[in-house]
């Protein structure tokens, strides 16, 4: 009898494993090429080495050249299918077979689950969506128009004064000081004094936190939590705990000193709340917790994405003289001397316009989407179940030759043309595009309006210029621009 049960046992055993190996090898679409790695771990380790030196972006540049459709195995022998081909992204991005499931939410489990871009789709995500999406109208966006331009001002006023005939700055650092300046104002009215932090050359330790987070969810992102003391960001880390410390030490008394001001009756009109107070009196169903952890998402979400995408704009400007003199002659054609920027005249700008979607083109800050389908699904001819994995490499579909002409040159003229439709997603598509993507162009044209406005620029040579990835792509390493202030400026 126990030889019985011992036989029965073991053969059963050896059924699951070899089941479990069957699993393992099994490819469901043999006829689709791309990187296999090995049979249980995938190509786990080799991705982990891609995030190390921060070039992510080549590793799918590198699937794409197999063609419109590539895969990837992952751990346990999963595969996550890549897709460039422009209709299909657009498809993927805009139907509702495909959704947003937690891949994002898990790499930031202890640090804002409850933002809005970690969210997966579902009744959450539509209701943080609904609260927020007011806070992005025209009078919010109004608000960051001038926002940003007061700290431009600030800026450009401490630059002329370091001029004797020109000042060299690295435009990296400075723009993601004026996104954080803007950000804290719009979200609550608060002061980060990221702008003086750099005038004064002083490490601001909101630039220090926004920079972890940014690591650490890099880091983590795709990788099973188990492997996160592979790249020294396990749970609970000392990065983590500085970025949460901080929000709860800045930002938390800030949240409740504003909450009590509610309950007093002091509530502004809804066309001038600001976004922290719409979240506060909108919906006594978002608990306090969530509430942090969306104005973390505003913060993180919102500085460094913006601040690379200025500071690639400013590279080019900065290297191609005939791009700067049309945005200067456009700047004379349209602003009066002293006469303040207003979204009016903002939206007259039809060539920064187009120099600001070039840059979002080329250096697009998002590299990847990643989406799941919720049911059998074709792509392309080929057949897939439900929950199957895609990942959009946006950076390598906006650069690809297939819909752009010389994609690798910086040519603003070419927009005055439309894209072939999901050629260009630098913001996402769909019900889940980015919610913050006005006030970003806001934030890049300014930027770029007031520099040239004040300064003839020119990149500073033999630099060493890298473009890194981790989750945000751009130039991390800074990029140093000599500033000349202009006669009369």
């Known amino acids: 009898m126990f030889e019985l049960r011992f036989e029965t046992i073991a053969y059963l055993l050896m059924m699951v494993i070899v089941g479990w190996l069957w699993y393992l090898s099994h490819d469901p679409h043999p006829d689709i090429k791309g990187i296999e790695g090995n049979t249980i771990f995938g190509t786990l380790f080799e991705q982990i080495k891609y995030r190390e030196h921060k070039i992510v972006f080549k590793l799918f540049q590198r699937l794409t050249e197999y063609g419109p459709i590539s895969k990837m195995r992952g751990v346990f022998g999963r595969y996550v299918y890549v897709v460039s081909d422009a209709p299909s992204a657009k498809k ?17 489990i202890d640090i804002m689950p409850n933002a809005l871009f970690a969210l997966p789709m579902g009744d959450t995500w539509k209701h943080h969506r609904k609260l927020l999406q007011p806070g992005f109208g025209p009078v919010h966006l109004n608000h960051a ?49 990221a702008v003086l932090s750099f005038i004064n050359g002083k490490e601001n330790e909101g630039k220090q936190v926004m920079d972890d987070a940014t690591t650490v969810t890099s880091k983590r992102i795709g990788v099973p939590q188990s492997f ?4 020294s960001h396990k749970k609970d880390c000392v990065e983590v705990k500085r970025i949460n410390n901080y929000f709860e030490n800045a930002v938390f008394p800030h949240i409740q000193a504003r909450r009590k001001e509610i309950q007093k009756g002091e509530v502004k009109k809804d066309f001038q709340m600001d976004f922290l107070q719409r979240l506060l009196t909108a ?18 979400a919102g500085h460094e994405t913006t601040g690379n995408s200025i500071a690639s704009a400013m590279m080019e400007i900065a290297d191609t003289p005939q791009i700067q003199n049309k945005i200067y002659k456009e700047i004379q054609s349209i602003l009066k001397p002293g006469q303040e920027l207003t979204s009016e005249i903002l939206g007259q700008f039809k060539y920064v316009e187009q120099v600001v979607k070039e840059t979002l083109r080329l250096y697009s800050v998002v590299q990847v989407l990643t989406r799941m389908s919720v049911q059998p699904v074709e792509l392309m001819g080929h057949k897939f179940a439900s929950n199957s994995v895609f990942i959009i490499p946006v950076g390598a579909v906006q650069k690809s030759s297939l819909y752009w002409d ?27 595009n980015c919610i913050g993507q006005k006030m970003a162009m806001i934030e890049l044209k300014v930027f770029i309006i007031k520099m040239v406005q004040a300064f003839t620029m020119k990149l500073v040579p033999d630099q060493k210029l890298r473009f890194l990835h981790s989750i945000t792509y751009g130039l991390k390493d800074g990029v140093k621009i000599e500033l000349t202030p202009r006669p009369g400026q």
Do not use: C, H
């Open 92 to 108: 993927i991005l805009t139907d509702a077979a495909f959704e947003r499931k937690t891949v994002f939410q898990d790499a930031v």
């Open 406 to 432: 010389e994609p690798e040159k910086f040519n603003p003229d070419r927009w005055e043309k439309q894209p072939v439709p999901g050629s260009y997603m630098p913001f996402g598509d769909g019900p889940m």
């Open 145 to 193: 128009l001038k926002a940003v331009s007061d700290s431009m001002d600030q800026l450009n006023t401490f630059i002329r004064s370091q001029a004797k005939k020109s000042a060299i700055v690295d435009v990296y650092d400075a723009a993601n000081a004026v996104t954080l300046d803007v950000i804290g104002q719009v979200a609550f009215g608060y002061d980060i004094k």
């Open 228 to 231: 996160w003391g592979y790249t």
């Open 283 to 300: 919906d006594e169903t978002i608990s306090e917790k969530e509430i942090l952890d969306e104005i973390k998402g505003f913060f993180i």
